[in-house]
């Protein structure tokens, strides 16, 4: 007898079931974070659904169920041909990582010109609107239009209410909402880009000093399109306490097609900086982006490939200039040797990037697909130069990445699995371009630097990687059967990491007096990298990430969908798990008596630290007394209730939790601030100026002078030990946010809008906050003023940082979207994002010290300076006749508020457990704005950026295009510094804070940048 397919689903929902329960005691982690599409509707009890791709010839069929509910999951985005048989035809086009409802019971609606290799396909563009997540789409035809400083894809995400691209001197970040961007995660056809090591967001990102990179992630011509989700995403995303992207790269189609581009902009091409503007001369500067991309058929409909190329380069001008300061007249530099002397001048920062992306993909039957894919990224820049550091003292910063992905999807009428395999290479580390020893120039006390040549502090120089394999498997079950229709997604995810992270070298940097009577012949002063306690120089951890989740996508009936979901991670960090606090610092803690002030005082540090509050068994590991948290359950839960059941008006909401992760750069410092300390150290001098004098010499922080120590090998022996003690909580927890959302979307005519209020709380970032105590146990001492810097560090030793969670924010936001979509029949389209932001903070959430209270507990929440209180972003695009499209994009918002520490003014008298009078205390201001064409000063930023683009058809399919680019039209200043004051003449606190006119700026001048584009 013939098993009936309600039956087997019936049956197939009991094995979930068991799933589940397995999954639930299996060490296991996340699943891709998918960025294909699954379509799901009605269609004639039993029929065979057919989807097939128009550009590649790619074929998914399933079969409809009793009822006639049906599911197609795993398509990959793009444009299909959809059919159940004879007369049910439509041609629909996909979005990256959407669900969409598709009844082919009925007509086929009105179609939308589409274009797919020169050939217009009329299709329904269909949007998924049955979701709680939220967030929108980024679409091709937007990356292409869109004005656009940077070859950066990330730079369109801000036309998705509550995200903000920010340029900042040519770095480029990504954030959402009041949190920073290394909690948000980048995922390349499911495949998540994460920074591991660094801040960022994504690997690579971080830039040379931590703060953002000029270079790009990914070449702009693989990516197809995609999704910003900025909460209440899906129990798929995983490593994530902030927005999600899920980006989907091109493949070759059916026929060949390449692209070659070519932009350029210069100092010619843009206006002045305030700075330059001050200084009557500007920086000479050339920029140069350029590539191409080629894909095409290797067998028609089976076989496809696609690679593409970007290139970015270009040399930033800087000039070495001595100090204004002078003696007599005469500039210090004279009074220097003449071999440094000639140092000062102009000279070239040249920076290198190449980007490199192949695919091939293969549909060996209409039930599998195979894909293979790699991403490289090779990135070199000289930085150092300029201000009162020569040419010389240039450090090589290298920046590679190479991924490989190979996937393989299966699927059949009941369900779908892939299984992926993943591999990850990256690299950053700044590095000396000579053996020099590096040199610094100094004149007077306190000292003002007069050159930097031949090298940098050793500080300069770290390294950090990420190297590993991964695995996922996951596994679709489509349109199960059970109070309505189910699609049910289970997925686990094995990846095993190397981390590496060296925080300082063993380099040094000698500091020389120079007076009237010219330089000193031997150095006064070195700092240098000092190996300590027999600890690796490199901090090294092979880290395992474990976890799973499940998602169930309930269409309860033709109005109410529910998104149910469930995820658990697990990682183990080696490094930090088995660390053992050094012997001799456990000693120091420890010991009966210890010698501070010159005084023995009759009890043990820990004692003290007791006084004060701290427990220091809770940060001393023993090597066994750590444990990876086991207890990351993370829910997902969200609704979408269609008013009309016609997808016009939608209500949604959500409630769910994310984990984050500690960046290693951070849980290690046990072992590299142990393991490399960099000590000061002083030698005699004829003047004793900045140091000490003749016979002042005592073997421990003075030394006399010896030719051999500028071999810095030869200092190892000289200074004291570790200087710096960091220590962390044992019971560390990863960073989460809890996510709640409510709100409408409708559709209006040809527009698609949203309004949603979402609420964001981020607990559990990390801090270190100053151990250093009296000994009665007291942060502070009084005397003639307050001073929390003078408790004692470990005894002996050096001061105390102790690390534990306690970084709070929270946000609100109401987020106000509506786009008109291109389409070629309209020929213009239009995307409104509005962001209105309530939020505070403890502490700012990249900030990673707070010494100015005894502990983070203490800090008060003030307004976020992470976030501005409203925000817009206006983009269009206009087809207009003689083969031009013009573009546009408007970007307005309030001035960030500035956090910063009030000293002796605001002072809380009852901070700390023995209620002490604060010596400092946070406070926040905002500056006030600008204007904007008309009305009240109201903006700290302000941007209009213009694009136009002519198309000239060649013959054999070649079409060249010429585009103008205008950025900052009318020149405005989004000064990026501020001046602040906290105090009235007359010591009360009254904040005054304002942009520093002279200062730096956000995004750039008014810019104009030229583009020329082939295509075939």
């Given at each position: ?620 590991s023993t090597g066994s007394n750590r444990k990876a948290p086991k207890n990351e359950f993370q829910p997902r839960l969200g609704f979408s209730y269609d008013l009309t059941g016609d997808e016009d008006h939608v209500i949604f909401g959500g409630v769910g939790r994310a984990y984050d992760r500690n960046l290693f750069d951070v849980i290690s410092l046990e072992n590299s601030k142990n393991a490399v300390s960099e000590p000061s150290i002083n030698f005699e001098n004829p003047t004793g100026l900045n140091g000490c004098g003749p016979g002042q010499a005592d073997g421990k922080q003075c030394f006399v002078w010896d030719p051999k120590y500028l071999n810095a090998a030869n200092l190892q022996g000289l200074g004291s030990g570790v200087g710096e003690v960091d220590m962390f909580n044992n019971n560390l927890k990863a960073p989460y ?212 683009t002519k198309n000239f058809a060649l013959s054999h399919g070649l079409v060249f295009s010429m585009r103008l680019d205008i950025f900052n039209l009318f020149n405005f200043h989004n000064y990026s510094n501020t001046i602040n004051s906290w105090s009235s003449p007359s010591g009360q606190y009254q904040p005054s804070v304002m942009y520093n006119p002279v200062g730096n700026i956000l995004g750039v001048p008014r810019t104009v940048k030229l583009t020329a584009d082939i295509k075939f």
């Amino acid at each position: 007898m013939k098993t009936s397919l309600h039956f087997k689903k019936k049956l197939l929902a009991s094995l979930i079931t068991a799933s589940v329960t397995a999954l639930a005691v299996a060490p296991t982690v996340s699943w891709s974070q998918t960025a294909n599409a699954t379509l799901r509707g009605k269609a004639p009890a039993g029929a065979v659904i057919t989807a097939r791709e128009i550009a590649t010839g790619a074929v998914r069929r399933t079969k409809a169920d009793s009822d006639g509910s049906y599911a197609l999951v795993g398509l990959s985005p793009g444009t299909y041909k959809i059919d159940a048989g004879p007369g049910t035809e439509h041609t629909v086009t996909l979005s990256v990582a959407s669900t969409a409802n598709l009844d082919l019971t009925a007509a086929p609606s009105a179609t939308n010109a589409t274009m797919l290799g020169g050939v217009t396909v009329n299709a329904t563009t269909l949007v998924g609107v049955n979701t709680s997540q939220v967030g929108n789409v980024v679409s091709l035809h937007q990356i292409n239009t869109t004005p656009q400083l940077t070859r950066n894809f990330l730079e369109f995400a801000d036309t998705v209410p509550g995200m903000v691209f920010v340029n900042n001197g040519g770095k480029t970040s990504i954030q959402s909402g009041a949190q920073p961007s290394s909690n948000i995660n980048v995922y390349i056809d499911g495949v998540g880009q994460k920074n591991y090591v660094h801040g960022g967001g994504l690997s690579g990102q971080a830039g040379p000093n931590h703060d953002g990179d000029f270079g790009n992630p990914f070449p702009q011509l693989a990516i197809g399109q995609y999704r910003v989700i900025t909460s209440n995403y899906k129990a798929e995303y995983d490593q994530i306490s902030s927005a999600a992207i899920t980006a989907d790269t091109k493949s070759g189609t059916n026929k060949f097609h390449g692209e070659a581009f070519d932009t350029f902009t210069g100092d010619r091409f843009r206006a002045a900086t305030p700075a330059e503007n001050v200084a009557h001369q500007k920086a000479r500067s050339i920029s140069r982006e350029y590539g191409f991309a080629l894909g095409g058929p290797i067998i028609q409909n089976k076989l496809h490939f696609f690679f593409t190329y970007e290139g970015k380069s270009f040399d930033s001008p800087t000039t070495t200039i001595p100090p204004s300061a002078t003696y007599n007249g005469v500039s210090y530099a004279t009074f220097l040797p003449p071999s440094a002397a000639a140092q000062f001048g102009p000279s070239s920062l040249p920076f290198k990037e190449d980007l490199y992306f192949g695919k091939i993909d293969w549909e060996p039957t209409d039930r599998d697909r195979v894909e293979l894919s790699t991403k490289i990224r090779k990135e070199t820049q000289i930085i150092g130069a300029g201000g009162q550091t020569a040419a010389s003292a240039n450090y090589n910063y290298r920046n590679n990445d190479t991924r490989f992905d190979g996937r393989w999807q299966h699927s059949t009428d009941l369900w779908t699995n892939e299984l992926l395999w993943t591999y990850e290479n990256t690299l950053d580390t700044p590095s000396p371009i000579t053996n020099n020893p590096a040199t610094t120039y100094i004149w007077g006390n306190p000292y003002t630097q007069i050159l930097q040549i031949n090298g940098q502090d050793p500080r300069q120089y770290f390294e950090a990687s990420q190297k590993g394999n991964g695995f996922q498997d996951n596994l679709t079950f489509n349109d199960l059967n059970w109070h309505g229709d189910h699609v049910i997604k289970l997925g686990v995810k094995y990846k095993q990491i190397t981390l590496l992270d060296r925080d300082s070298s063993t380099s040094a940097n000698y500091y020389y007096n120079v007076s009237p009577a010219g330089t000193e012949v031997t150095p006064f002063q070195v700092v240098f990298g000092k190996v300590n306690s027999g600890l690796p120089l490199t901090a090294v951890s092979k880290n395992m990430q474990f976890g799973a989740y499940i998602q169930d996508d309930w269409a309860v009936n033709d109005k109410l969908t529910l998104n149910l979901g469930m995820r658990w991670d697990y990682e183990k960090s080696p490094e930090f798990i088995n660390y053992k606090t050094l012997a001799p610092i456990v000693a120091a803690i420890n010991a009966p008596t210890y010698v501070y002030g010159g005084q023995t005082i009759s009890q043990s540090y820990a004692q003290s630290l007791a006084l004060g509050g701290i427990n220091i068994n809770d940060y001393i590991s023993t090597g066994s007394n750590r444990k990876a948290p086991k207890n990351e359950f993370q829910p997902r839960l969200g609704f979408s209730y269609d008013l009309t059941g016609d997808e016009d008006h939608v209500i949604f909401g959500g409630v769910g939790r994310a984990y984050d992760r500690n960046l290693f750069d951070v849980i290690s410092l046990e072992n590299s601030k142990n393991a490399v300390s960099e000590p000061s150290i002083n030698f005699e001098n004829p003047t004793g100026l900045n140091g000490c004098g003749p016979g002042q010499a005592d073997g421990k922080q003075c030394f006399v002078w010896d030719p051999k120590y500028l071999n810095a090998a030869n200092l190892q022996g000289l200074g004291s030990g570790v200087g710096e003690v960091d220590m962390f909580n044992n019971n560390l927890k990863a960073p989460y946010s809890d996510q709640f959302s409510i709100g409408m979307r409708n559709k209006l005519g040809d527009w698609n809008t949203s309004a949603t209020i979402s609420r964001i709380n981020q607990y559990n970032g990390i801090i270190g906050t100053l151990g250093n105590r009296y000994p009665n146990g007291h942060y502070y001492t009084y005397g003639t003023q307050t001073n929390q810097w003078g408790g004692a560090g470990v005894p002996g030793i050096g001061g105390l940082i102790l690390w534990d969670n306690g970084k709070e924010t929270r946000n609100t936001e109401l987020l106000l979207s509506a786009e008109k979509p291109y389409t070629r029949e309209s020929h213009w389209g239009m995307t409104v994002a509005y962001t209105y932001t309530h939020a505070t903070q403890n502490r700012l959430y990249s900030d990673q010290y707070a010494f100015d209270l005894p502990g983070i507990q203490y800090y008060p929440f003030l307004t976020s300076s992470a976030a501005a209180k409203h925000r817009l972003v206006v983009t269009g695009t206009v087809d207009v006749p003689w083969g031009i499209t013009l573009a546009g994009k408007l970007t307005l918002a309030t001035p960030l508020p500035v956090a910063d520490i009030a000293c002796c003014n605001l002072i809380p008298n009852s901070v700390g457990v023995n209620h002490e009078m604060a010596a400092a205390y946070p406070v926040v201001a905002t500056p006030r704005g600008a204007h904007f064409l008309l009305g009240g000063p109201i903006f700290g930023y302000r941007s209009v950026d213009l694009q136009a683009t002519k198309n000239f058809a060649l013959s054999h399919g070649l079409v060249f295009s010429m585009r103008l680019d205008i950025f900052n039209l009318f020149n405005f200043h989004n000064y990026s510094n501020t001046i602040n004051s906290w105090s009235s003449p007359s010591g009360q606190y009254q904040p005054s804070v304002m942009y520093n006119p002279v200062g730096n700026i956000l995004g750039v001048p008014r810019t104009v940048k030229l583009t020329a584009d082939i295509k075939f």
